[in-house]
């Protein structure tokens, strides 16, 4: 008994300190959930008639996207997709508004500018990220509550663990004719506890990106005590003198016919000289865990061999959940029905302060304060 009220006052105190970011966090990520879905059904310039293998010269799609813009910005990356759908040019400028340009890539047609600081889903993202603070408080606001809220989950199970059988029949169920104060007890109680069991892996991959010292952690646990290695330097590309670079368009058409079996294709262009142009290629419309990374010399057009690191010859098992962690965090790792289940747990999770805060309000009530 000595336990569980020490248990109680940490349940409690942790709640009180992360509730308000919880439940915006919860609520955020529950709208997010069908952002995929809702864009396509509302936004109808994301799509166009035609196969990409006859799509226009990447050059001239870049082109028609920047003309859109004024002319005065260079587009960062262009999105292709295999079949009816248009392409999506992205401009990234720490100075000025990121933007999206959609175009036509059959006929070459802007369909639509979308300035993403004005974007509904990108503004929801913003919330769930960083509150819309300014980025690195709000980051760290929701990266500490996230971590507080692993240690609510873990003791409102200790909570919710039934002390005798007779309490185990009503742990599982919400009495709707109760009390409103047995009510609103059971559905922080038994809700919460359904939701734990989804949402703990949003919370784990969550805390992945947030600490370094969690992601360290867990590669070392998932992979029988290897450490994670250090990150790749970037590719680069030895340039000489008087080559004439080859064109970026006839290297994206060479890769196009080279790797047909893909549903995304992004096309990422140069910043300095001697980087590689990238091409992230995506057998999924809706999951990231399967891209593929193409690097080719901008110069030859020759396409760059993989680098492996020797530590690493082959991917083991923990370098295949780092690289789901999105997928895995989002639910689209199991597709729509796992993305469903998280959008209930999410709202589930975001009724979890208001629900704790009339019980916490009703024991201060009991005791007289």
Same mark, same amino acid.
């Given at each position: 008994?000595?336990?569980?009220?020490?248990?109680?006052?940490?349940?409690?105190?942790?709640?009180?300190?992360?509730?308000? =970011?919880?439940l915006i966090?919860?609520?955020?990520?529950?709208?997010?959930?069908?952002?995929?879905?809702?864009?396509?059904?509302?936004?109808? *310039?994301?799509?166009?008639?035609?196969?990409?293998?006859?799509?226009?010269?990447?050059?001239?799609?870049?082109?028609?996207?920047?003309?859109?813009? $004024?002319?005065?910005?260079?587009?960062? +990356?262009? $999105?292709?997709?295999?079949?009816? !759908?248009?392409?999506?040019?992205?401009?990234?400028?720490?100075?000025?508004?990121? *933007?999206?340009?959609?175009?036509?890539?059959y006929?070459?047609e802007?369909? +639509?500018k979308?300035?993403?600081?004005?974007?509904?889903?990108?503004?929801?993202?913003?919330?769930?990220?960083?509150?819309?603070?300014?980025?690195?408080? $709000?980051?760290?606001i929701?990266?500490?509550?996230?971590?507080?809220?692993?240690?609510?989950?873990?003791?409102?199970?200790?909570l919710?663990?039934?002390?005798?059988?007779?309490?185990?029949?009503?742990?599982?169920?919400?009495?709707?004719n109760?009390?409103?104060?047995?009510?609103?007890?059971?559905? +922080?109680?038994?809700?919460?506890?359904?939701?734990?069991?989804v949402?703990?892996?949003?919370?784990?991959?969550?805390?992945?990106w947030?600490?370094?010292?969690?992601? #360290?952690?867990?590669?070392?646990?998932?992979?029988?005590?290897?450490s994670?290695?250090?990150?790749?330097?970037?590719? =680069? =590309? %030895?340039y000489? !003198?008087?080559?004439?670079?080859?064109?970026?368009?006839?290297?994206?058409?060479?890769?196009?016919?080279?790797?047909?079996?893909?549903?995304?294709?992004?096309?990422?262009?140069?910043?300095?000289?001697?980087?590689?142009?990238?091409?992230?290629?995506?057998p999924?419309?809706?999951?990231?865990?399967?891209?593929?990374? +193409?690097?080719? #010399?901008?110069?030859?057009?020759?396409?760059?061999?993989? =680098?492996?690191?020797?530590?690493?010859?082959?991917?083991i098992?923990?370098d295949?959940?780092?690289?789901?962690?999105?997928?895995?965090?989002? $639910?689209?790792?199991?597709?729509?029905?796992?993305?469903?289940?998280?959008?209930?747990?999410?709202?589930? %999770?975001?009724?979890l302060?208001?629900?704790?805060?009339?019980?916490?309000?009703?024991?201060?009530? !009991?005791?007289?304060?």
């Amino acid at each position: 008994m000595k336990l569980k009220k020490i248990v109680v006052q940490i349940h409690l105190w942790l709640g009180l300190a992360s509730g308000l =970011v919880v439940l915006i966090v919860a609520l955020t990520g529950a709208i997010y959930c069908f952002a995929p879905e809702i864009e396509n059904a509302t936004q109808p *310039y994301r799509f166009a008639n035609g196969n990409v293998q006859t799509s226009l010269p990447i050059s001239t799609i870049k082109q028609k996207a920047e003309k859109a813009l $004024g002319g005065n910005r260079k587009a960062d +990356h262009i $999105g292709l997709f295999a079949n009816n !759908r248009s392409a999506v040019v992205s401009f990234f400028d720490d100075n000025m508004p990121d *933007y999206v340009v959609f175009v036509n890539p059959y006929t070459g047609e802007v369909l +639509h500018k979308q300035n993403m600081e004005q974007d509904f889903f990108n503004i929801v993202l913003e919330g769930h990220v960083s509150l819309w603070l300014p980025s690195k408080i $709000g980051q760290t606001i929701v990266d500490i509550s996230t971590l507080l809220f692993l240690f609510m989950l873990i003791t409102g199970l200790i909570l919710w663990w039934p002390a005798n059988k007779a309490r185990l029949k009503t742990s599982f169920k919400i009495k709707l004719n109760a009390s409103p104060k047995r009510l609103n007890y059971d559905l +922080h109680n038994v809700l919460g506890f359904y939701a734990s069991w989804v949402i703990i892996f949003t919370v784990f991959s969550g805390l992945v990106w947030a600490f370094s010292w969690f992601a #360290n952690g867990s590669y070392w646990l998932m992979s029988g005590g290897e450490s994670k290695p250090d990150s790749e330097d970037p590719v =680069v =590309v %030895v340039y000489k !003198r008087g080559i004439i670079p080859s064109t970026t368009d006839s290297i994206v058409q060479l890769a196009l016919k080279k790797h047909p079996n893909f549903i995304q294709y992004n096309i990422i262009f140069p910043h300095e000289p001697e980087e590689p142009l990238a091409i992230m290629m995506n057998p999924h419309e809706t999951k990231s865990y399967a891209i593929e990374e +193409h690097d080719y #010399n901008p110069y030859t057009g020759a396409e760059i061999p993989l =680098v492996i690191n020797p530590k690493h010859p082959k991917i083991i098992f923990a370098d295949r959940i780092a690289k789901m962690n999105y997928d895995i965090h989002t $639910g689209a790792i199991a597709g729509f029905v796992c993305r469903l289940f998280l959008f209930f747990a999410c709202l589930i %999770v975001a009724s979890l302060p208001i629900t704790g805060f009339y019980i916490w309000w009703g024991m201060g009530r !009991r005791r007289g304060r």
